[in-house]
């Protein structure tokens, strides 16, 4: 499966952005999908996952209550909502895929990845 991301940019402190990450080549509805972010000089990280159907989702402790993921499978789509923008937030966010069940919050556990969108938040 492809995936490209989009909709990063430059926001301040407490606003908000979504995210988006559209797949094509195979089932979207067959995979996990996920976001995670890099920071410069940082390992990536998770950000949150959902399962097929949006049913199950998972989030990290830092985004949880700030930041919702959703999938739209009729337009083969990912979306990350992302409220009350912190500067710590700012890094190159990544969409995943992997193909098994069960969410994951580790990045070897996603077989596809998209390039990446920036997302500053300035304070």
């Known amino acids: 499966v492809q995936l490209q991301a989009y909709g990063g940019g430059l926001v301040q402190a407490g606003g908000s952005l979504r995210l988006s990450c559209a797949a094509s080549?195979?089932?979207?509805?067959?995979?996990?999908m996920g976001w995670f972010r890099q920071a410069p000089g940082k390992e990536r990280e998770f950000v949150a996952a959902?399962?097929?159907?949006?049913?199950?989702?998972i989030y990290a402790d830092s985004v949880k209550g700030r930041f919702t993921i959703s999938r739209d499978n009729a337009k083969n789509t990912v979306y990350l909502e992302m409220n009350g923008l912190k500067p710590e937030d700012t890094a190159v966010y990544y969409c995943?895929?992997?193909?098994?069940?069960?969410?994951?919050?580790?990045?070897?556990?996603?077989?596809?990845w998209g390039q990446g969108t920036q997302v500053t938040v300035s304070s």
């Open positions: 959902v399962n097929w159907n949006g049913g199950s989702r």
């Open positions: 995943a895929a992997r193909r098994y069940t069960l969410t994951s919050r580790m990045v070897g556990d996603y077989e596809f």
């Open positions: 080549g195979r089932t979207f509805s067959n995979y996990i």
